[in-house]
């Protein structure tokens, strides 16, 4: 081992379970390069007042969690925390809300930051795939995501995951049901912490965790009373439209989700596998975030699925991926001459698109048959001096142990049909 350590908090994905990551990263983008969704890539870190105006400075996110830094140059940055805002600058920095084409569907994949208190399931840093739609005000996009995070998540086997939707209004509606809720909260006997957030982030409230809070929280006026006709008409679409489509979900009232930026929409999928840290994505409309980071008034909507939690929702539910084997040919050469020649088969098998793996390291027969099991292979092509005196290589079925001479010219050919 060496005298350095994974940061606390991190954690290095390695194989095997590493491919699983890449699956689930692969499966979750699917349905969405299926739908329209184009790839973005932003950088790693931003400006650290992206975050602090659009995601909010009272949330945790931006006043405990933020990797921040100065550079040299003096620059204030940080660390993304999350994929929203910086998806939203870099559409509006491209000019591709002007392109004409509303809404402007996005996908990413990516790593993101938080200083959190590390436990299972939360980590300092952690992965996200996340897809945004951007400058459309159309209940059926706030449908279409809930739809196709549902369908992500089914095609990699999950099933004991819920879907939590709930509205949070707008900015007609909301500020009422804040009065009234801050009225509420103003006679409850709450600690100085919570007080202090009842004053600038009062829904933030209703997220507590603490049962002696939740149980002071029954009877507190639900935004569900205060919507305005347009959120509610906007928000029975939504419901309408993912109920059609054979989702199912649950109405929770108390969902807020811990970014300032939300509006109107704003659903979580959570399985119940996971213990306290039960949330595997989320996300939700975001009709204000635009111009609080200076662009123009574009109404948007998207979500974040978090691909950690996935696995590890995956292993709760012991759903194995059918992930196919990395190696399928692998060459055994015993001898100089026959590591040369073999080398070089192994080389034509790939250029032909065919996985393929050499015995490296100068082992005998023994250790290198163990490289060949070790690898998953269908196949092996074992060869020393005897056989390539003769112009052949031995093509072994792994499975069976069958063993047969093949020409040397013709072993493409054969290999294909192997494992056709
Ligand atoms: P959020 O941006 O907080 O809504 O997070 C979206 C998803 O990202 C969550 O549902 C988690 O699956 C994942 N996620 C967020 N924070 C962490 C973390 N610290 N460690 C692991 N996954 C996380």
Redesign the pocket.
Known sequence: MSTFKAPKGTYDLLPPRSATFLAVREAISTPLRNSGYGYVETPGFEDVKLFSRGVGESTD?VSKEMYTLTTKGGEELALR???TASVLRAALQGNLHKLGNLPVKLWYSGS?Y?Y?RAQA????H???VGAEAIGAEDPALDAELIILADQAYRSLGLRNFRILLNSLGDKECRPVYREALQDFLRGLDLDEDTLRRAEINPLRVLDDKRESVQKQLVGAPLLRDYLCDACKAYHEEVRALVSAAGVVFEDDDKLV???DYYTRTTF??VHDGLGS?S?????GRYDGLSEMIGGPALPSVG????????VLALEAEGVELDLPTATSVFAVAIGEEARRTLFGKVTELRRAGIAADFSFGGKGLKGSMKDANRSGARLAVVAGERDLAEGVVQLKDMETGEQRAVALDDLLDAVRAELA
Do not use: C, K, N
Not at 279 to 283: F, I, K, R, S, T
Not at 303 to 310: F, I
């Open positions: 996110i925390p999350e994929g993101y938080r959190e399931g939360r980590y300092r952690f992965s996200q989700r811990g970014l979580e999928f840290q949330a595997v994505g989320g996300g979500w974040a699925l978090g691909v950690d939690r996935t």
